[in-house]
Nanobody, 123 residues
Framework: QVQVVESGGGLVQAGGSLRLSCAAS????????MGWFRQAPGKEREFVAA????????YYADSVKGRFTISRDNARNTVYLQMNSVKPEDTAVYYC????????????????WGQGTQVTVSS
């Protein structure tokens, strides 16, 4: 199994940048596709970005394309979400998740989830 813990959230001004980290444990980390999701108060969880086990394939929600970048360092068992040009609408709790099956934007395809880290974008 994989245990994931997010960090790096906080308050950031609109137009600024923030980098989230997801520290994962497990000997099979590099066999998992990893994804980032977010959930704003009163709203359903939505997909943000995903990356394949090799890092060679990435997938982004239309809302973050060109602004966010997902990456992974398998040697460190860590996944990152670089958030640039953030907007107030990016405010949410961000979750890191691991999928043993597919690179996907569907929550149900992910097996393990972190506790989340709050990102608040001020205007």
């Amino acid at each position: 199994q994989v245990q994931v813990v997010e960090s790096g959230g906080g308050l950031v001004q609109a137009g600024g940048s923030l980098r989230l980290s997801c520290a994962a444990s497990g000997r099979t980390f590099n066999s998992y596709a990893m994804g980032w999701f977010r959930q704003a108060p009163g709203k359903e969880r939505e997909f943000v970005a995903a990356i394949s086990w090799s890092g060679g394939n990435t997938y982004y929600a239309d809302s973050v394309k060109g602004r966010f970048t997902i990456s992974r360092d398998n040697a460190r068992n860590t996944v990152y979400l670089q958030m640039n040009s953030v907007k107030p609408e990016d405010t949410a709790v961000y979750y890191c998740a691991a999928s043993s099956t597919v690179l996907s934007g569907y929550s149900r395809t992910y097996d393990y989830w972190g506790q989340g880290t709050q990102v608040t974008v001020s205007s």
